[in-house]
């Protein structure tokens, strides 16, 4: 089986390569999709659950906060990368993949000027299989920018990782 078929799952079979670091409530991801480089995602650790109201409150609580450390790794690592970095935007919405993810998306000054405060939802769809823009080595740098960062805040928190 493809990994891709079930994130969570090849995550915790240690066989998803896009892997940066497990947290207490998921797994932070690169994308597979870097047409804003430094596209990271949360996967929640349990497979079932479809919705943060499916969640306990403690689970919830925990995800949103590990969405947080996620946000600020990406925010902290993309700001060195590219000074033309803007913001990083987080979005929750299941309404493709039927289990608790949050997306963390760097937005840049460089992007279209139609698109740069709008949502990232409205760029053209092949920019997310285009080969131009799929993860690659090209981002091994970017990738270990962002690991190392939320190792350095997990540390600063009390936040068990590995």
Same mark, same amino acid.
């Not at 996620?70 to 289990?99: K, S, Y």
């Given at each position: 089986?493809?990994? !891709?078929?079930?994130?969570?799952?090849?995550?915790? !079979?240690?066989?998803?390569?896009?892997?940066?670091?497990?947290?207490?409530?998921?797994?932070?991801?690169?994308?597979?999709?870097?047409?804003?480089?430094?596209?990271?995602?949360?996967?929640?650790?349990?497979?079932?659950?479809?919705?943060?109201?499916?969640?306990?409150?403690?689970? /919830?609580?925990?995800?949103?906060?590990?969405?947080?450390?996620?946000? *600020? &790794?990406?925010?902290? &690592?993309? !700001?060195?990368?590219?000074? &033309?970095?803007?913001?990083?935007?987080?979005?929750?919405?299941?309404?493709?993949?039927?289990?608790? #993810?949050?997306?963390?998306?760097?937005?840049?000054?460089?992007?279209?000027?139609?698109?740069?405060?709008?949502?990232?939802?409205?760029?053209?769809?092949? /920019?997310? *299989?285009?080969?131009?823009?799929?993860?690659?080595?090209? #981002?091994?740098?970017?990738?270990?920018?962002?690991?190392?960062?939320?190792?350095?805040?997990?540390?600063?928190?009390?936040?068990?990782?590995?």
């Amino acid at each position: 089986m493809d990994w !891709r078929e079930d994130r969570i799952r090849s995550a915790a !079979r240690g066989e998803n390569p896009t892997v940066l670091a497990e947290l207490e409530s998921g797994y932070a991801v690169i994308g597979d999709a870097q047409f804003l480089p430094g596209y990271c995602v949360l996967l929640g650790k349990d497979p079932h659950a479809k919705a943060l109201a499916e969640m306990s409150r403690t689970d /919830r609580v925990r995800f949103l906060a590990d969405a947080d450390l996620l946000a *600020t &790794a990406v925010e902290q &690592a993309c !700001r060195d990368a590219d000074p &033309a970095f803007r913001r990083v935007n987080l979005d929750i919405l299941g309404n493709t993949d039927a289990f608790v #993810h949050a997306h963390i998306w760097p937005r840049y000054a460089w992007e279209p000027p139609e698109l740069v405060g709008r949502p990232v939802w409205l760029y053209d769809p092949a /920019r997310w *299989t285009s080969p131009d823009t799929a993860l690659s080595n090209h #981002h091994d740098d970017l990738r270990a920018a962002i690991t190392g960062r939320l190792r350095s805040l997990a540390d600063t928190v009390a936040v068990r990782i590995t």
